[in-house]
C-alpha cells in the first residue's frame, strides 16, 4: 500500500514576491486593459484574473487568438483601485490606503470578489471619520452593505454636526439622505437639520438642473439625426421635492 503522501509549505514571502512583480507588467502579460478616465493602459495575465475571478473569466471569454490582442477597456474604475485589485489577485494581500479605499470596495463588490470586499470593509470601519462617512455611507446605500450603513449612521448620529456641515453630507442621494431624516438620535435641534436638508437640496436642485441641460443639448443632437433622445434626465427624485419647497423659503 502507497504511503500517504504530505503537503508540506516553502516560504510564502518569496512567492508572493515574485507574483507581486508581475502585476501591470509586460513581461509575459496577454491581456491589456485602458483603465480609468485618464485611460491609462494596465497590463495583466489572463489566465490567472480567470482562475481568480469569474467576472474576469467571463469578461475575456476564450484564449486570444494571433496577433496583438485588442485592449480591454474598464473606463469607471479609477488606476489605482483597478490596481489594488489586481495585487489583490495575483497576491491574496492588498495595501489599502484611506482615500482610495472605497473606489476599491465598489470594484470588489463589482467584481464579486467577497474577500477583497471584507477586507476593505473592515479597513473602511478603522479609519471611518467625518470627512469619510457620507460618502461611506452612499456606497453602503448604493450596493446594499447593511452593516456598514448602520455603522456609518451611528457615527453621524455621534457627530452630528460636522457631518451635516461637509461636503459628503451635501453630494449623497436622496436613498442615503433619508435614513438620516428618519434618525431620532441626531444630536442637533431640527432648525439645523431643516438647514442642513436646504443646503443639500439647493446642491441637488443645481446638479438636476446641469443633468437637465446636458439632456436638452443630447436631445436637440439626436433630433438632429432623426433619433430619439437616448437619455432621460433632469427629473428630480421624487424624495428630493419637499426638500426644495424648503430649500426656496
Known amino acids: 500500500m502507497e504511503p500517504l503522501g504530505l503537503v508540506v509549505h516553502g516560504k510564502a514571502e518569496p512567492f508572493s514576491a515574485a507574483l507581486r512583480s508581475l502585476v501591470n507588467n509586460p513581461r509575459y502579460s496577454d491581456v491589456r486593459f485602458v483603465v480609468g478616465q485618464e485611460q491609462q493602459e494596465v497590463f495583466a495575465h489572463r489566465c490567472l484574473l480567470a482562475c481568480r475571478c469569474n467576472f474576469f473569466q467571463r469578461l475575456l471569454g476564450t484564449e486570444p487568438g494571433p496577433g496583438v490582442p485588442s485592449p480591454v477597456v474598464l473606463s469607471t474604475v479609477p488606476t489605482e483601485a483597478f490596481l489594488a485589485v489586481l495585487e489583490f489577485l495575483y497576491t491574496n494581500s492588498v495595501k489599502l490606503h484611506r482615500h482610495s479605499v472605497l473606489e476599491v470596495l465598489t470594484a470588489a463588490v463589482e467584481y464579486g470578489l467577497e474577500e477583497l470586499r471584507e ?27 447593511g452593516p456598514l450603513q448602520e455603522r456609518c ?40 437639520l431643516v438647514r442642513a436638508a436646504r443646503s443639500w437640496a439647493r446642491v441637488g436642485a443645481v446638479e438636476q438642473i446641469v443633468e437637465a441641460w446636458k439632456c436638452h443639448a443630447l436631445r436637440r443632437g439626436d433630433e438632429a439625426r432623426g433619433a430619439p433622445c437616448r437619455r432621460r434626465r433632469g427629473t428630480l427624485p421624487r424624495e428630493h421635492h419637499r426638500f426644495l419647497d424648503l430649500s426656496f423659503k
Request: net charge negative; glycine share 2%.
Open 153 to 192: 449612521v451611528a457615527f453621524i448620529e455621534a457627530h452630528s454636526q460636522e457631518a451635516l456641515r461637509s461636503q459628503g453630507f451635501l453630494e449623497l442621494s436622496a436613498a442615503a439622505l433619508l435614513p438620516l431624516l428618519r434618525s431620532d438620535k441626531l444630536c442637533v435641534d431640527e432648525a439645523e
Open 119 to 145: 477586507l476593505c470593509l473592515q479597513f473602511v470601519v478603522k479609519v471611518l471619520d467625518v470627512e469619510l462617512v457620507c460618502e461611506a455611507l452612499q456606497v453602503a446605500v448604493t450596493f446594499g452593505l
